[in-house]
């Protein structure tokens, strides 16, 4: 779901993102430029700087609860859970490049490394993935290639189906939706595919599905 919800699943719900600490971002920010005017290792850079260190640590704590709540909520009710095997590492690299190139866009990428880290992407799979075995379901990752510009319906791929960043239309078939329960209803395809090649689901709960991120 790019970085402008959490999770989209492929019956339709929407996890949106935390709002509850973007207060608390501002705050943050205004402590971070107060803390660089200040003489570096003196006390009062010292004091500036624990609260700068507690504020993270609030913000981090209100992410994982939200992350836990979502995660909770989709293992109790699907046995299989379908998500893109998203690099996350790769994905947040700094577009700062090197002295002998230079970035491009470098605001733009910073401001998408900063959701794609606040989102928590790589935590939300490492919940879904033990909380999956304690409970005898299943996680399985698909590669994401794709996937938000083919039809759900008919299968015809082109990124003209990608109107915008919410709405999908098929130019083969003319099916419309939500680009990203479009999305997610290919990512769970994609698992039905892997379970079709000798995959398994260690569960008696009969639901499903797809996640997109």
């Not at 999305?183 to 994609?190: F, Q, S």
Request: with cysteine.
């Amino acid at each position: 779901a790019g970085v402008t919800k959490v999770a989209t699943l492929s019956d339709g719900t929407v996890y949106q993102p935390v709002n509850s600490f973007k207060a608390s971002q501002r705050k943050l920010a205004t402590l971070q430029r107060q803390l660089s005017r200040k003489v570096k290792f003196s006390s009062n850079w010292q004091k500036q700087k624990r609260k700068v260190q507690r504020l993270h640590s609030h913000i981090a704590n209100i992410r994982r609860d939200y992350l836990h709540k979502v995660t909770s909520e989709i293992s109790k009710n699907h046995a299989m859970i379908v998500i893109e095997d998203l690099k996350v590492s790769n994905m947040s690299k700094s577009a700062k490049g090197t002295a002998e190139q230079h970035g491009r866009n470098v605001k733009a990428k910073s401001g998408l490394n900063r959701s794609i880290l606040e989102q928590g992407w790589y935590e939300m799979r490492r919940q879904l993935e033990y909380k999956q075995l304690w409970r005898g379901g299943q996680v399985l990752a698909v590669p994401p290639a794709y996937t938000s510009q083919r039809c759900a319906c008919c299968g015809h791929t082109a990124k003209e189906n990608r109107l915008s960043q919410s709405k999908f239309r098929c130019q083969a078939c003319g099916y419309t939706a939500n680009a990203d329960v479009n999305g997610a209803r290919n990512i769970l395809a994609a698992g039905h595919a892997v379970l079709a090649c000798g995959g398994m689901v260690q569960s008696g709960r009969p639901s499903e599905t797809g996640t997109r991120r």
